[in-house]
């Protein structure tokens, strides 16, 4: 049997087992063929594939393969799986032939089965190795995409997103290096190469497709285009619970909080996961929106009861996001449910940093348990940023978390001798673009500059002085970052080299070595920073590093919401 034979055979087996009504004698049949067919591809005929010149065949084989990894025994946690070993090899002829050896329209299924099995098992592919398939892939896909059906351009932004996903895994595991700009697998233009044929065929999508495209740039915080946010209603009531939880946890992330749509169907066949995702963007939408939230929201309502007898079957991060629910009516039954079960998972050694942050900041009460965890988490953290002058911002990835929350930052910042004193004069709030962090910055500085010496000299060097002054400069997150070597970002779920107000520390650095030239300098004077949302702690990690390179200079920072947090303390 030849390859193209075999890969039909795998391809109409994969679809029987994934028919919701089997037949369970055929099924184990079918099993078995798949897993003899499989073994034949991998043991007694490996030329088939490392031969094959078809990419057309190579992709539907990845295809049928990662569609079967389900149906099949699992694998020992120190092997790798059938389906994962006839991906990566596939894998590794295709990177022989080369990318535009592929046809376009295969060039999602290829990468859908790598990204749908590199989730399953991480193990498939090194950070490496997906590096040196996704070079390939922004160097010939943007060329491709007319070759591409309205299906297949859903299915390459899923398989973008789960592949940043499953790097960003390697990241937190590995040992993190400093960041050499934004560390992204896909390149941006590729998103927006896709996203703009995408545009073309708005009205072909399914509302699986949809909701998938919303949850990929969500995950990897790409704007939503807005024929994106005008399909999606349209399409709810034709999602699946899932398809709807997704829709709406990335509707929210994203901040389309005025996008986000009460669901109408029952909650009864909910998953966990499913309830947690789609109560936080509910509650979040009632929360935030700048017009008075609705008193009462049934569909939230209704939510939160689906979700009071599921408590328990929660992980942490689900958990601290149905603890969203909590704030429109903090006390109650379901207040009590999450404190208990999160005690719990604390005593199993599963409660996760960001969620004990999240759930800091939503319980009404936090139980004593719960409350001293919180306490030994805020010591930690401000032990490591009290360290990065001397050591460096590169340990910050492994605290496991992005933020301390609006209440803990706030008092972070002011333990810190960051924090802006409210002194009773008016400041304007921020308001961002969905998905856009802002930072205003300020300053009034003094630069002196040690004029080099010639050699023939035997004279104290010269000094001059430059004033650099700032009345009001706006940064928006995601702009290009200035190139110095002062200030240094880390990873934290991604590289946070375009955070707004790393943005701003960066392009004062910049000014000043720039107007100094090539003597040495030093600054004096005040610089203010004033952001749209509390800082991540690998800016908080900036600012420590610019107090230390710049003692005589005065740094404060404040956030929206910053003065009246640090005044409930």
């Known amino acids: 049997m030849d390859l193209a034979n075999i890969v039909i055979c795998l391809s109409r087996i994969s679809r029987l087992l994934d028919q919701k009504t089997p037949d369970c004698k055929h099924q184990a049949e079918a099993k078995h063929l798949a897993s003899e067919l499989l073994l034949c591809l991998t043991q007694s005929r ?97 060329l491709r995409l007319s070759e591409v059906a309205p299906q297949g351009l859903a299915m390459l932004l899923w398989s973008f997103a789960a592949l940043e996903s499953s790097a960003a895994s390697f990241r937190q595991r590995d040992k993190p290096e400093p960041s050499q700009g934004r560390s992204m697998l896909v390149h941006w233009s590729s998103y927006r190469a896709v996203a703009k044929e995408a545009s073309l065929h708005m009205s072909s999508f399914s509302a699986r497709e949809l909701a998938n495209m919303a949850w990929s740039m969500a995950t990897v915080q790409y704007s939503m285009p807005g024929w994106l946010l005008q399909e999606l209603p349209g399409k709810a009531a034709q999602m699946v619970p899932q398809e709807c939880a997704n829709t709406l946890w990335a509707l929210a992330s994203a901040s389309h909080l005025e996008s986000v749509e009460a669901a109408t169907a029952s909650f009864a066949n909910w998953k966990p996961q499913e309830l947690a995702n789609a109560t936080w ?47 429109p009516e903090p006390a109650g039954e379901l207040a009590a449910r999450i404190s208990t079960h999160a005690c719990k998972l604390l005593y199993e050694g599963r409660l996760q940093p960001d969620a004990l942050v999240q759930l800091s900041e939503r319980l009404p009460e936090m139980p004593a348990k719960l409350e001293k965890a919180w306490v030994e988490l805020q010591h930690e953290v401000r032990r490591s940023l009290q360290a990065v002058p001397e050591k460096g911002p590169d340990h910050l990835p492994s605290l496991g978390l992005t933020s301390m929350g609006a ?27 969905p998905g856009e962090t802002l930072c205003m910055m300020h300053y009034d500085l003094l630069l002196t500059v040690e004029e080099p010496a010639t050699a023939s000299e035997d004279v104290q060097p010269a000094l001059r002085h430059l004033t650099l002054a700032e009345p009001g400069l706006l940064l928006s997150s995601g702009g290009r970052p200035d190139r110095q070597e002062l200030l240094r970002s880390v990873t934290l779920r991604f590289s946070r080299d375009r955070d707004a107000e790393f943005l701003a520390l960066s392009a004062l650095v ?60």
């Open 407 to 433: 209440a803990g930052s706030s008092q972070l910042l002011r333990q810190l001798g960051l924090l802006a004193v409210d002194d009773g004069a008016h400041v304007e709030e921020l308001i961002p673009e």
């Open 46 to 142: 490996p030329d088939l594939v490392a031969s094959a010149t078809s990419g057309h065949s190579l992709s539907n084989l990845a295809w049928a393969a990662a569609r079967l990894q389900e149906h099949l025994p699992k694998a020992d946690e120190t092997e790798v799986s059938l389906p994962s070993a006839i991906v990566r090899t596939v894998i590794s002829r295709v990177l022989l032939l080369g990318f535009e050896t592929l046809p376009g329209r295969d060039l999602p299924v290829l990468l859908w089965a790598l990204a749908w099995l590199q989730r399953m098992e991480a193990k498939l592919l090194s950070i490496q190795e997906l590096q040196q398939v996704t070079s390939e892939l922004n160097t010939h896909l943007v």
């Open 281 to 327: 963007a509910l509650a979040l939408s009632s929360g935030r929106r700048r017009t008075p939230p609705t008193a009462n929201n049934p569909t939230l309502e209704a939510l939160r009861c689906g979700a009071l007898a599921r408590v328990e079957e929660l992980d942490c991060i689900e958990l601290a996001m149905l603890a969203a629910a909590l704030e």
């Open 510 to 569: 910049v000014r000043a070595q720039r107007a100094a030239g090539a003597g040495n300098w030093r600054l004096r004077g005040s610089v203010s920073l004033h952001i749209s949302q509390a800082p991540c702690l690998s800016c908080i990690g900036a600012m420590r590093q610019f107090q230390h390179a710049f003692p005589d200079v005065r740094l404060t920072v404040a956030f929206d919401g910053s003065c009246q947090e640090d005044a409930k303390r």
